[in-house]
């Protein structure tokens, strides 16, 4: 069965996919990109060390011939960069050419070829558009087919130029000119900018398209036979007039960058960038301007395909067979061979994909995409990239803003949790594994997502209380109750909203909790403070609480007084008892609350028969009247103690909690079969 949880061992197969020339890995580049995996992964590991994650690593290397980049993209052939989105488009009259136009580079599309890029481009705007000012030359806001006079123009910030084809394609004299004043009847707004244009042929219009941060994407509509004025009626939303596009590109907030008129086949084209892969969709106005089916597209093509195109032949050469058996097969492969647990493989590649790091089911890619650098050498961050997309495989999200990430959204792979790490909502942007990077840092809900929360991270603390003969067990921000041995229905349940007038800080988790029956208290501590519940009170927490646990409890002092492991209430003895590391105190309620002479004591030796990790340290501890026993618990293991047998331990202890403790939920302690000791 697969863990599913960042525990135990963990098969990582590493395979290196290159072909010749710039896309080649060498050995040396190998050598490092091992040795940062470890790294990253030691460190990510070493966060919770009571994952006993471990990690064993295989290598394979392979080299595929006869690759074609971005083979059976939407628009063939543009540069990579451009597959994410452009800033304008252009369709040319003259020269029955398309432009893209990106930063301060452009590409020229050939409809008449198969609508690809023209040999020898990108070439830089600077040089090539005569007589462009350099602020354009630096790139463009949009760009317009202005058919009614056969120019051309190109709008940047407030300003615009117009050039004219047939004078050697040179900017006109006059220009830059404001675009306030010279397009009449424009609105300010768009006045102060212009996002896309178009050249309607069908109607014979133009369009101007503006974007906004907080709300709809809008648009006016220019007649050139009527003095260049805006039509009646404008400007209008996007939404709802344009039939058919997709929210995508029309709800609050989205973008149109540009947009074309596709004179060959008489279609108009949105096209739409994206931090990962642009999209674009068609528009026929002969079909009632509506969209066409099976848009928006990849302006390049999607995750997979891209993937695929290099992934397939590379694990079918190394004898995997393709597609999802060939990945599952690979997995198997490493995992077997190192008999882990769980496994995964990542693909180091110097070939095209979409993103230069990513992971989804048992595979991370990552991409070394700056081959004029040359050299896997050169990125010192695989390490901690690295250790960020292992935790997508065990079930975290991404924690940076501009993931759009939402702390609304739930993740995890065993133990469901919100994303309150996300920098667009949380509180407190530290350094994080799944924000910036940090790969030895996961934060609090990180810990929920990779499987560490509560059945890692122990049984916090527990109770027998006899206001209602239940059992009480904390862990984190949850508890469980217990009657006899079976967990009571609808249980676990958070302490926030149940245990009336608890502080915030106890809600999220508490470190100890004891019942008294010299007073029918029940007390929960928390760092160096403690606060006290009457359970004949509807369990409220008693006025004037949370106190110091210094100067209240008599005799209490030091690290103590600092914050408790452990607390327990023994029947026998009508005594108390407090645990801190490898000593324990006992209080006497019946002698003003005093810490019996003698005290610390060490707990080996004085609690007979407890194996030397108890002795070293308790989690939580309990009395149970079912049975007039007192169980102690740490990590995934308890212990029972017999007080009518010299408080000797029952004879065939320690034992795993999920198989022994009757009804114990998944979540709060290991499995047997999950975690070795």
């Given at each position: 069965?697969?863990?599913?949880?960042?525990?135990?061992?963990?098969?990582?197969?590493?395979?290196?996919?290159?072909?010749?020339?710039?896309?080649?890995?060498?050995?040396?580049?190998?050598?490092?990109?091992?040795?940062?995996?470890?790294?990253?992964?030691?460190?990510?590991?070493?966060?919770?060390?009571?994952?006993?994650?471990?990690?064993?690593?295989?290598?394979?290397?392979?080299?595929?011939?006869?690759?074609?980049?971005?083979?059976?993209?939407?628009?063939?052939?543009?540069?990579?960069?451009?597959?994410?989105?452009?800033?304008?488009?252009?369709?040319?009259?003259?020269?029955?050419?398309?432009?893209?136009?990106?930063?301060?580079?452009?590409?020229?599309?050939?409809?008449?070829?198969?609508?690809?890029?023209?040999?020898?481009?990108?070439?830089?705007?600077?040089?090539?558009?005569?007589?462009?000012?350099?602020?354009?030359?630096?790139?463009?806001?949009?760009?317009?087919?202005?058919?009614?006079?056969?120019?051309?123009?190109?709008?940047?910030?407030?300003?615009?130029?117009?050039?004219?084809?047939?004078?050697?394609?040179?900017?006109?004299?006059?220009?830059?000119?404001?675009?306030s004043g010279n397009w009449p009847g424009l609105p300010a707004d768009f006045a102060e900018g212009i996002d896309a244009t178009l050249w309607s042929d069908p109607n014979g219009k133009i369009y101007f398209f503006k974007n906004y941060a907080d709300q709809q994407p809008m648009y006016v509509r220019i007649d050139p036979s009527n003095g260049w004025n805006m039509d009646p009626g404008y400007p209008k939303t996007v939404a709802g007039n344009w039939p058919g596009l997709p929210e995508s590109f029309t709800d609050s907030g989205k973008t149109l960058d540009a947009a074309l008129w596709g004179q060959p086949n008489g279609k108009i084209y949105f096209f739409q960038k994206q931090r990962i892969v642009g999209k674009y969709v068609r528009v026929d106005p002969d079909n009632g301007w509506q969209m066409d089916d099976g848009y928006p597209k990849p302006i390049g093509l999607g995750w997979g395909a891209t993937e695929l195109l290099w992934r397939d032949p590379a694990l079918d050469a190394l004898g995997f067979g393709t597609g999802g058996d060939g990945l599952n097969a690979a997995v198997e492969f490493f995992q077997n061979a190192a008999g882990?647990?769980?496994?995964?493989?990542?693909?180091?590649?110097?070939?095209?994909t979409v993103w230069f790091a990513y992971a989804g089911g048992r595979r991370v890619v990552m991409r070394q995409s700056d081959t004029t650098a040359g050299s896997f050498l050169g990125w010192t961050s695989i390490d901690r990239v690295f250790a960020?997309?292992?935790?997508?495989?065990?079930?975290?999200?991404?924690?940076?803003?501009?993931?759009?990430?939402?702390?609304?959204?739930?993740?995890?792979?065993?133990?469901?949790?919100?994303?309150?790490?996300?920098?667009n909502c949380a509180d407190d942007l530290v350094p994080c594994v799944m924000r910036s990077g940090a790969a030895n840092i996961a934060c609090d809900f990180t810990y929920k997502h990779l499987g560490w929360h509560a059945f890692l991270r122990r049984i916090d603390a527990a109770?027998?209380?006899?206001?209602?003969?239940?059992?009480?067990?904390?862990?984190?921000?949850?508890?469980?109750?217990?009657?006899?041995?079976?967990?009571?229905?609808?249980?676990?349940?958070?302490?926030?909203?149940?245990?009336?007038?608890?502080?915030?800080?106890?809600?999220?988790?508490?470190?100890?909790?004891?019942?008294?029956?010299?007073?029918?208290?029940?007390?929960?501590?928390?760092?160096?403070?403690?606060?006290?519940?009457?359970?004949?009170?509807?369990?409220?927490?008693?006025?004037?609480?949370?106190?110091?646990?210094?100067?209240?409890?008599?005799?209490?002092?030091?690290?103590?007084?600092?914050?408790?492991?452990a607390t327990l209430w023994s029947d026998p003895t009508e005594k108390l008892y407090f645990f801190k590391g490898s000593e324990y105190l006992r209080i006497n309620p019946n002698n003003g609350w005093n810490v019996d002479p003698g005290y610390p004591k060490p707990i080996a030796g004085n609690w007979p028969g407890f194996p030397s990790d108890f002795a070293s340290g308790v989690d939580a501890a309990v009395w149970s009247d079912s049975n007039s026993r007192i169980y102690f618990f740490r990590k995934n293991k308890y212990i029972r103690v017999n007080p009518a047998n010299g408080w000797n331990v029952d004879p065939g202890y320690p034992r795993w909690i999920n198989k022994n403790w009757m009804d114990f939920p998944e979540g709060f302690v290991p499995d047997i079969t999950d975690i070795t000791s």
């Open positions: 069965m697969a863990n599913e949880r960042l525990i135990n061992s963990v098969s990582v197969g590493v395979i290196f996919v290159g072909d010749t020339g710039d896309y080649e890995i060498s050995p040396e580049e190998q050598t490092h990109i091992m040795a940062e995996v470890q790294n990253g992964l030691e460190l990510l590991a070493e966060n919770e060390s009571d994952s006993n994650a471990s990690f064993v690593y295989g290598s394979l290397s392979v080299n595929i011939n006869g690759y074609v980049p971005w083979q059976g993209a939407n628009w063939p052939g543009l540069p990579e960069t451009f597959y994410k989105g452009f800033d304008a488009a252009l369709w040319s009259e003259p020269n029955q050419k398309i432009y893209f136009f990106k930063g301060p580079n452009y590409v020229r599309v050939d409809p008449d070829n198969g609508w690809q890029m023209d040999a020898g481009y990108p070439k830089p705007i600077a040089g090539n558009w005569p007589g462009f000012p350099a602020n354009f030359a630096n790139g463009i806001d949009a760009a317009l087919w202005g058919d009614p006079n056969s120019k051309i123009y190109f709008f940047k910030g407030d300003e615009y130029i117009r050039v004219d084809p047939s004078n050697g394609w040179q900017v006109d004299s006059g220009y830059p000119k404001p675009i882990a647990q769980y496994g995964y493989v990542v693909f180091f590649t110097k070939l095209p960020h997309e292992t935790g997508h495989i065990f079930g975290a999200p991404d924690e940076y803003g501009s993931s759009g990430c939402a702390c609304t959204t739930t993740h995890g792979r065993f133990i469901s949790e919100v994303n309150g790490n996300c920098a109770i027998y209380t006899f206001a209602n003969n239940k059992i009480y067990m904390f862990s984190n921000d949850y508890y469980i109750r217990f009657t006899g041995f079976d967990m009571d229905p609808d249980y676990p349940k958070p302490i926030a909203g149940n245990w009336p007038g608890f502080p915030a800080d106890f809600a999220e988790g508490v470190d100890a909790a004891l019942w008294s029956d010299k007073n029918h208290r029940i007390y929960f501590f928390k760092g160096s403070q403690y606060i006290r519940v009457n359970p004949a009170n509807g369990w409220a927490v008693d006025p004037g609480y949370p106190k110091p646990i210094s100067g209240n409890w008599p005799g209490v002092t030091g690290g103590f007084a600092e914050g408790l492991d």
